[in-house]
């Protein structure tokens, strides 16, 4: 019988069942409408697993153990277009135009990603220069290359992750190892412009938007469901688990070994009752996170579940998010702003509850899909009254680390039977402390040694300090904080956990490479944060009497809680009243303020010409750093960030400190402009333009710092306006925000050429050979006029504030 080479007019889309979600049947319509007199099927689950078991059924061992429903989904494609042939598409996948065309005289038709997904991280680990997307295959049936493909997938098959194990990584794989050259020749690879003329919001995320050229476009990609897709986690159950565990009965030890998840679910599906829980959150004032955490409440794999929400904050941001959630299961509960305890808070929340049982349920961490299946499954199977976690996962986006706790009685992750929790004390922090503990002393519970179900994260707002975090990171039993583990890390927690798109392009971006020409990288402007954690706001000030009255108006118009605002200033060299005025005003700003600090140093700085002269750069601002590092030495206590904000600033928002905060960066600046929507003032903030690195620096450099006039190589903020949260290569000074811990880890203000660069723009380079970025908020403005009194640089100059 003569072998079939034309690839035959079906078209093949799989879906778990008949019901095709609406948002998908209006592409898969497409496919249809341009292709008349083309036969169609649409494949359920049921239909895949039966045809394999009629053609292939040395496969269903491998298919019925995969881990992961989309690793089914991929793998039955490559077996329905080797017995069948024809068209394989998935359902986000949109036809624009008949794809005869292409296939004609072809055997096997394929389509490369775009480009732009060679650099996200994961492919970029597998060192891919292309991949081939496996949402769009062709083929005539019983092409050699199939039978290449299912030895692969048996290799394969206990690989970690879907892209590798049947996915477009898997394919890729599979096409540069194929040995058949005559199968090779016969398969065609068509460029991304063809059929995935869009990349995936995921990595536009990180790269910014991308020009997608239809005009050559057969079909698009619309990445709705792909391994790029920036999505919350939908629930995965795994099979086969089992968790380390131990149970005491009143501090004594009753037994250990191995939960077996499984055999608890076999009891549920065959009839034994699975009792409510009542998880618990409290929460004020924070959406953002409450939001997260509702995610990972709405992908929790056990069935009976409530989520009860006692707030008692201003905002009704979150109750509005409740409401268009439109979920039975989650009640909101608002209380009057009466400054209760977090202890009275939790106590409404458990009187609110109705299950039997009650879990607590923190507002700013996150939540395996399996958390409360698998807590209460050794509830249940162990006849206990209370579970714990032994280990925790601990995240510091902030820091890029990630760890694994040590073991101990991990208070936010008890799930409790409700009429044995005793009553939590009238505490504003360490409450579930000794609840914990009172539950451990009378109760039997069992400890599950499971520490991805549970994620606590410091943001910055929590209710310990950075201190207490960093305790734990130091006895941890595993840390990640090199960038590429960190990434990697980070990435696999996505498929299951809310990660937010910033926190993997941060991760994935790692340390900025220097001067290689490459465009600056933005994300969406945030808001303002709504955590207010201390902020110590530095000044050096000379010669400053005419500014210092406008300076303290400003600081005093801040919306930012006084209580949580530490100054640090220092005077020094100046020939006005400065010094007098400032010992005037000290008694009122320490009544005023969290703590201030007041500093009198002379560094012997007196210049004779304007600031600005190239000749005197290096001396100038050489003091300049010294003057900065030594008030941060003198005056940085337990604060958790550095604002550093130069007594000559004229204006700013009242709510600056929080929208910098609410970049969540580790340094990050305003814009300093001369005017509202004017020209940029701080020049040392700046993005290096695109081939900045082709070109002649050296010819700016005097005294070892580079001088170069305005706009040489750089691009600054007032060209960059509208596009939200942009990573810059420099930092000015005039208003700059740092994590404090930076600055205590060693960062400073180089006072020598530091890859010939000074100063504040010295500390960028440091930073980010120390592996952290620096970035700006065009739209965020700070204004600094070009006063009459000071002798201000001519428009070409680069002005060095």
Not at 129 to 153: C, D, K
Not at 305 to 321: I, K, M, P
Not at 454 to 481: K, L, P, Q
Request: negative net charge; proline residues 8%; glycine residues 6%.
């Amino acid at each position: 019988m003569r072998t079939q080479k034309k690839i035959p007019t079906l078209i093949h889309q799989t879906w778990k069942d008949a019901d095709v979600p609406a948002q998908w049947k209006k592409w898969a319509d497409s496919w249809r409408r341009h292709h008349p007199g083309w036969g169609y099927r649409l494949w359920t689950d049921s239909d895949n697993r039966t045809f394999l078991q009629e053609y292939y059924p040395w496969f269903l061992p491998i298919y019925d153990g995969y881990a992961e429903p989309i690793m089914r989904a991929d793998a039955i494609r490559y077996f329905l277009l080797d017995h069948f042939g024809g068209l394989y598409v998935d359902l986000d996948f949109e036809c624009l135009s008949p794809v005869d065309g292409i296939l004609d005289g072809r055997e096997l038709v394929l389509g490369c990603e775009p480009e732009a997904h060679t650099r996200l991280l994961l492919a970029r680990r597998r060192g891919f220069s292309r991949i081939v997307g496996n949402a769009f295959i062709a083929s005539r049936p019983g092409h050699p290359f199939w039978a290449h493909v299912h030895r692969q997938l048996v290799g394969a098959h206990r690989m970690p992750g879907a892209l590798d194990v049947t996915g477009p990584f898997f394919l890729t794989r599979a096409i540069d190892s194929a040995p058949e050259p005559a199968s090779i020749a016969s398969i065609t690879i068509l460029g991304p412009e063809v059929l995935y003329p869009e990349v995936s919001p995921y990595a536009t995320e990180l790269f910014g938007p991308q020009e997608a050229d239809y005009e050559r476009a057969y079909a698009v990609h619309h990445w709705s469901g792909s391994w790029v897709r920036d999505s919350p986690a939908t629930p995965r159950t795994s099979a086969g688990k089992r968790f380390p565990f131990w149970a005491s009965q009143e501090l004594q030890p009753l037994a250990d070994g191995l939960l077996n998840l499984d055999a608890q679910r076999r009891r549920w599906t065959s009839g034994a009752p699975a009792p409510t829980v009542s998880c618990l959150m409290v929460t004020k004032d924070r959406s953002s996170t409450a939001r997260r955490a509702i995610a990972c409440f709405r992908t929790q794999t056990y069935p009976s579940l409530e989520l009860v929400v006692v707030e008692d904050g201003t905002d009704d941001a979150l109750e509005r998010h409740i409401r268009e959630l439109d979920d039975p299961r989650i009640r909101h509960h608002r209380l009057p702003p009466e400054g209760r305890t977090l202890g009275e808070l939790r106590n409404e929340a458990v009187d609110r509850a109705t299950g039997p049982y009650v879990c607590q349920w923190d507002d700013d961490d996150l939540y395996d899909p399996e958390r409360i299946e698998t807590q209460m499954a050794a509830i249940l199977s162990l006849g206990a009254e209370a579970c714990f976690l032994a280990r925790e996962r601990l995240w510091w986006p902030a820091r890029h680390k990630l760890a694994i706790s040590c073991a101990r009685v991990w208070e936010g992750s008890m799930v409790c039977a409700k009429d044995r929790l005793p009553r939590y004390p009238a505490l504003r922090r360490g409450e579930d402390t000794p609840v914990a503990e009172e539950v451990v002393r009378t109760c039997r519970v069992v400890s599950v040694d499971a520490p991805e179900l549970y994620t606590y994260v410091c943001h910055g707002g929590n209710t310990f300090n950075e201190a207490h975090f960093a305790e734990h990171f130091d006895v941890a039993t595993e840390t990640w904080s090199e960038p590429g583990a960190y990434a990697e890390r980070l990435l696999a927690m996505a498929t299951r956990l809310p990660i937010g798109p910033e926190d993997i392009a941060h991760a994935e971006n790692g340390p900025t490479p220097r001067p290689s020409g490459r465009r600056a990288q933005t994300a969406t402007a945030p808001g303002p944060a709504r955590e207010r954690p201390p902020v110590l706001v530095l000044t050096p000030l000379k010669d400053a009497a005419a500014f210092l009255p406008g300076y303290l108006e400003n600081l005093r118009t801040l919306d930012y809680p006084r209580e949580a605002i530490s100054l640090g200033l220092l005077e020094g060299d100046s020939k006005d009243t400065t010094r007098d005025q400032l010992e005037q005003v000290l008694p009122g700003l320490e009544a005023e303020f969290r703590r201030v600090t007041l500093v009198h140093r002379d560094f012997g700085l007196q210049l004779e010409g304007p600031r600005w002269e190239p000749g005197v750069q290096r001396r100038r601002r050489s003091v300049l750093a010294k003057v900065r590092n030594h008030l941060l030495s003198r005056t940085l206590a337990d604060e958790e960030w550095v604002l550093w904000l130069d007594a000559d600033v004229t204006g700013y928002p009242a709510d600056l400190v929080q929208r910098l905060l609410g970049a969540r960066k580790d340094i990050v600046v305003p814009h300093c402009a001369t005017t509202t929507g004017g020209p940029t003032y701080d020049l040392n903030t700046f993005v290096l333009h695109p081939r900045a690195g082709t070109l002649n620096w050296s010819q700016w450099l005097r005294d070892g710092i580079l001088q170069p006039p305005r706009g040489f190589g750089r691009t600054y903020l007032d060209e960059l306006r509208g596009q939200g949260l942009i990573r810059v290569d420099s930092v000015g000074g005039t208003t700059l925000l740092v994590r404090a811990d930076l600055h205590r880890d060693g960062l400073i203000f180089p006072s020598f050429p530091y890859q010939h660069l000074i100063e504040t723009e010295g500390l960028a380079a440091m930073a980010r050979d120390m592996g952290t970025a620096c970035w700006a908020l065009p739209d965020l403005e700070v204004l600094h006029p070009h006063h009459a009194t000071s002798a201000e640089p001519p428009p070409l100059v680069h002005h060095m504030a």
